[in-house]
């Protein structure tokens, strides 16, 4: 997939029929592999949605990023690499006119919600995994996409930090505690309950009301 000067690599999922599409942002030292991203976006597919799992940085940025960590936290570079996979999809026949939502988990939750700042005719929902969507600053004022926080009930200092950045967000936006759960979804149950979440909020948000309703009798 193009962003402006590099190629990033990515994974598209297109069930039949597709509902509606949605970019997954991840977070900092992790990509399109990530285990609990992919089980998110399994449910996704399921429920009738196309998933769009990249990589943010490239393999030459990753490499450098391992001994330096600077770039996983520059969240305006990566939200400007959401805006070039939204625009690129916009550019898909199979794709162009479908719904689309981002799913951002750690610092790919602020560069979803820059992106939705970004391009509010076009991203119609948000959802962050135990994300930092304080790090998007100035932008949460401009999301005009319906948001959901999701953060793991021991995760105190990110709830915290969740909660400043819900303040900020002007537009309709929801946070759930899952209890029991740390930063990473790791315990019984906890991951299928974030997968869960975001199927609904995305099937609801961008859908509608009886989006649920559509896309399980697809």
Avoid: K, Y
């Avoid at 996409?145 to 021991?154: F, K």
């Amino acid at each position: 997939m193009p962003a402006r000067d590099v190629t990033l690599a990515g994974t598209l999922t297109v069930p039949t029929p597709a509902e509606a599409v949605v970019v997954f942002a991840h977070g900092s030292g992790s990509g399109r592999f990530s285990p609990r991203n992919r089980a998110v976006a399994d449910a996704l597919v399921d429920a009738s949605l196309a998933t769009l799992l990249i990589d943010l940085l490239t393999e030459e940025e990753e490499a450098e990023d391992v001994g330096t960590a600077h770039m996983r936290f520059d969240v305006a570079l990566l939200g400007d690499r959401v805006v070039s996979a939204v625009d690129w999809i916009s550019t898909e026949a199979d794709l162009a006119d479908l719904p689309l939502g981002c799913f951002g988990a750690s610092t790919g939750a602020a560069a979803a919600l820059i992106g939705a700042a970004a391009r509010p005719g076009r991203i119609g929902a948000v959802v962050s995994r135990g994300g930092r969507p304080d790090l998007a600053g100035d932008a949460l004022q401009r999301v005009q996409a319906l948001t959901l926080l999701i953060v793991g009930g021991r995760d105190t200092e990110v709830i915290r930090l969740n909660q400043q950045a819900q303040a900020l967000l002007g537009i309709e936006s929801d946070l759930v505690i899952v209890p029991g759960a740390g930063h990473l979804f790791e315990e019984p149950g906890a991951l299928e309950r974030v997968a869960a979440l975001a199927r609904d909020w995305f099937l609801r948000c961008l859908l509608g009301p009886g989006g649920s309703d559509q896309a399980f009798a697809s």
